[in-house]
């Protein structure tokens, strides 16, 4: 199933309470979050207070990604303030396989997160913990970032090995996602689909008629 979740790093925090109505009236099936520490990244964002509070406003799941070292001193944090989901990168822990466990034992869903570099074996021997896969087509820390071509090449060996394997793992991609790059992102394999300043939030037009556009390149 495609799902369409806005990245809420590039929202008008001054108006996050109007654009999450319109959001949801549109339609989207979760928002993702984007948490950076300043240390696995060069970049602070978001954490729990705004987490919570976007739990608040809307029904809609939480798609945390966690862009911070020792992620396992944290999860439960983001539990408590509302979290639905929550992926990690490989390389920020000791216990990859154990922080997985850790989310799914909360009930939530867990993800492992790729960064462009990354190669696919790190996910060798935990694909019975993951719920899904985010591939990053930019290098995390910033938006407005360019388009990797290589990624769709890496999606498509994923989506290939998930299939050989018979297993229920979703693919959620994330980076300069607009009318030049899904539909690569389709055709090779990935489901859920991270919207920031190259397609949600364009400028040129509402939020609503954006999510519509998103999703005419999903069909």
């Given at each position: 199933m495609y799902k369409v979740a806005p990245s809420l790093m590039v929202t008008d925090l001054s108006r996050v309470g109007e654009d999450i109505k319109e959001l949801d009236?549109?339609?989207?099936?979760?928002y993702h979050i984007d948490i950076m520490d300043g240390?696995?990244?060069?970049?602070?964002?978001?954490g729990p207070d705004f987490v919570k509070k976007i739990n608040e406003l809307t029904n809609t799941p939480l798609d945390l990604h966690l862009m911070i070292e020792n992620p396992e001193n944290f999860i439960d944090m983001f539990y408590e303030a509302g979290a639905d989901m929550i992926s990690i990168h490989a390389e920020a822990t000791n216990n990859l396989e154990g922080t997985l466990q850790k989310i799914q034992k909360l009930g939530m869903k867990a993800g492992v997160a790729i960064n462009p570099a990354t190669p696919l074996s790190v996910l060798d021997y935990i694909y019975p913990v993951i719920d899904y896969v985010l591939v990053m087509t930019v290098n995390p820390g910033f938006a407005g970032q360019k388009f990797i071509p290589a990624m769709y090449q890496k999606i498509a060996d994923l989506r290939q090995i998930i299939d050989s394997k018979g297993m229920n793992i979703d693919i959620e991609v994330d980076g300069n996602l607009g009318a030049?790059?899904?539909p690569g992102c389709v055709n090779n394999g990935a489901e859920w689909f991270v919207g920031g300043t190259s397609s949600v939030y364009q400028k040129d037009h509402s939020l609503t008629k954006n999510v519509a556009a998103v999703r005419q390149l999903l069909i």
């Open positions: 009236n549109a339609g989207v099936e979760q240390h696995f990244v060069p970049n602070f964002t978001l030049q790059t899904i």
